[in-house]
């Protein structure tokens, strides 16, 4: 199948992007062709390049507040896309719906859209664009229900959860373990607790460190890794450095997650804000490790049956702490939950299940 999809920027901000390369190169790998349509480029240009058939780089044909002023931008747009004689269009969100509309007009081609979040688009634009939607794709439950509420057709919404590859997401053995702690300079036999991601008021960091200072660990007894980058001008960065406790240290965004995932012995997503899945809390147990994490929009979808006693509610300061100590000597307790985490997430988050029901939805598309 012929695919073309838009991108705006080809840099790994966050989750979404990561998923995104890793799912479209596996369904490269299984024979779909893709052209791929972005404004920027980033550090994921040379992934995409490695399997898409053609790249184009231009202005943004993104839907905004002015559309008609714009009409020409995405027209051209649309007309450079219909050239490759795509199967499918597939837009990754909901601003990107006027360009697939009209490449849609153009070529027939159905239309996929993935939102990845939800976006209090205008209810005018949702008649005018989402009617023009072949089929959503979402990745929780959760994210069903808020674009059902908010007027999208719930028959055309299927629900796909972010998958991983086991090739990559690795248990790890006890060596590369105490390999990766002598690298960081951490104490080989220290309780390790680790953060990755955003350092926004949103993913709720102030939340865990306050956490952990109120756990009172020594520092040679316990660390606390926070990995990930401010914003540009974001003064709550700054703010959570100076309430950094004892034991905290405070690490770069790294590419690679999986050497840092090794170092840990438990990941916490403090979130206050509803995720739409929660991808770094699957990443966590397809390493093999524990996640602590809020029970907000689409994780307890993830954290479920015996996982469920891993959440705790949000901004609950007290039992966010709890949850972290009672976990401190699971390794020598229960040693066999590293493999009850791995297996959980091969059974319910693969990448394979995943790329294979896309197919499943692209067919439905075409046939719709």
């Known amino acids: 199948m012929r695919i073309a999809i838009y991108l705006p920027v080809l840099d790994s901000i966050g989750g979404v992007e990561l998923n995104m390369v890793e799912t479209l190169r596996e369904l490269a790998a299984r024979g779909h062709r893709f052209s791929l349509f972005y404004e920027q480029p980033g550090n994921l240009t040379d992934d995409f390049r490695s399997f898409c058939e053609s790249m184009h780089r231009g202005p943004s044909p993104r839907y905004s507040e002015t559309p008609l002023r714009e009409a020409p931008r995405i027209g051209m747009r649309a007309l450079a896309t219909a050239r490759r ?22 070529t027939r081609a159905p239309i996929v ?36 509420n908010h007027g999208l057709d719930p028959a055309r919404i299927a629900i796909v ?18 390999r990766m702690r002598e690298q960081l300079g951490i104490p080989a036999d220290a309780y390790v607790v ?35 980058v401010p914003a540009a001008g974001n ?28 170092a840990a012995d438990v990941l916490a997503a403090p979130s206050r804000w509803d ?40 901004e609950d300061v007290g039992a966010l702490a709890r949850r972290l100590l009672a976990l401190q000597d699971w ?10 985490c791995a297996g959980h997430v091969a059974a319910n988050f693969s990448l394979d299940a995943t790329v294979t029901q896309l197919e499943e939805v692209f067919a439905a598309a075409g046939a719709g």
Request: hydrophobic content about 45%.
């Open 194 to 228: 680790l953060y990755m991601g955003r350092l926004i008021p949103e993913k709720g960091v102030d939340l865990l460190l306050e956490a952990w200072r109120s756990l009172a660990l020594a520092p040679q007894r316990a660390r606390l890794l926070i990995v990930g």
């Open 161 to 178: 959860h972010p998958g991983m590859s086991q090739a990559r997401y690795t248990t790890g053995s006890d060596a590369e373990r105490l």
């Open 275 to 314: 995720e739409p899945f929660g991808r770094v809390v699957v990443e966590a147990l397809a390493t093999g490790r524990p996640a602590v994490a809020a029970a907000v929009g689409g994780i307890p979808e993830i954290l479920r049956g015996e996982f469920a006693g891993l959440l705790f509610p949000r």
């Open 85 to 106: 004689r795509p199967d499918l269009i597939f837009a990754n969100n909901f601003s990107e719906l006027a360009w697939a509309a009209g490449v849609k007009a153009l």
């Open 235 to 262: 003064g709550y960065a700054d703010g959570l450095r100076a309430m950094s406790p004892p034991g905290c240290e405070w690490l770069p965004t790294v590419r690679d997650v999986v050497p840092i995932l090794h």
């Open 331 to 340: 390794r020598t307790r229960d040693p066999a939950l590293a493999t009850h």
């Open 113 to 148: 859209c993935h939102l990845h979040e939800f976006q209090p688009v205008r209810r005018s634009s949702l008649r005018l664009l989402g009617g023009r939607i072949d089929r959503v794709i979402v990745s929780s439950g959760y994210m069903r229900g808020v674009w059902t």
